[in-house]
Every structure is written in structure tokens, then in C-alpha cells.
């Protein structure tokens, strides 16, 4: 089992910035693929961005692309989502998800996809105004 736990969601301006933070603890983190999804009332849950156990690899939604930055630290059991030039339509609950590195490849389309990811957080709520 993985514990994770979101942090650092909160109202901000159109074009302003957030960081959000995941703290992971009961396993060995470095054996997790990590992702950051987030669901916007009465839509489905989609991906924003993933990494690879090591770090070494990144993959983004087309919507984040060039303004989102997904990050880890194996060391501290950390991920991170560096958030620019938010807009309205970021607003949305983001959470953090594991999937053992043994079960996916953070290559594929599946890394995409919330049915490849094993352990959720409770979720933070990003509020955009414009």
C-alpha cells in the first residue's frame, strides 16, 4: 500500500501560479510510475502529467504542455506539479496517483490513463479566476 497525500491547491488569478505537493509513504516510492490528474465538476477524470520511477522520463497532457512541469524526489518520498499561466479552465480537484513501476510503461498510451494507476490521494482543489 502507498499513502499519499496532496497539498498546495488553493484560488488564484488567471495567469498566476501554484505548486502542488505529494507527500507518498508506506512503500518504496522509487517503484512508482506517479501521475497528476484532476477532475472538474461533472467531467471525467483526466491526466495532466506522469513521471517515471527514476524521474527520467515525463509526459504531459496536451492541455498543460509547456506550462505544467511534473518533478520527484526519491529521497523525501515527493512529487510535484509546478503550475503556469493557470487559466479558468484549470479549475478543477488535481490528485496525485502511483502505479507500481512492475505494471506500467510510463512510455505508453496507458500511463495516460487513470485505470493504469493503483493508488490515489484525496485530492486539492485548484480554483482559477478569471
Known amino acids: 500500500q502507498v499513502q499519499l497525500v496532496e497539498s498546495g491547491g488553493g484560488l488564484v488569478q488567471a495567469g498566476g501560479s501554484l505548486r502542488l505537493s505529494c507527500a507518498a509513504s508506506?512503500?518504496?516510492?522509487?517503484?512508482?510510475?506517479m501521475g497528476w490528474f484532476r477532475q472538474a465538476p461533472g467531467k471525467e477524470r483526466e491526466f495532466g502529467a506522469g513521471?517515471?520511477?527514476?524521474?527520467?522520463?515525463?509526459f504531459y497532457a496536451d492541455s498543460v504542455k509547456g506550462r505544467f512541469t511534473i518533478s520527484r524526489d526519491n529521497a523525501n518520498n515527493m512529487v510535484y506539479l509546478q503550475m503556469n499561466s493557470l487559466k479558468p479552465e484549470d479549475t478543477a480537484v488535481y490528485y496525485c496517483?502511483?502505479?507500481?513501476?512492475?505494471?506500467?510503461?510510463?512510455?505508453?498510451?496507458?500511463?495516460?490513463?487513470?485505470?493504469?494507476?493503483?493508488?490515489w490521494g484525496q485530492g486539492t482543489q485548484v480554483t482559477v479566476s478569471s
Open positions: 508506506g512503500r518504496t516510492f522509487s517503484n512508482y510510475h
Open positions: 513521471i517515471s520511477w527514476s524521474g527520467r522520463i515525463t
Open positions: 496517483a502511483a502505479a507500481p513501476k512492475y505494471s506500467l510503461d510510463s512510455r505508453t498510451p496507458d500511463a495516460r490513463t487513470p485505470d493504469a494507476y493503483a493508488y
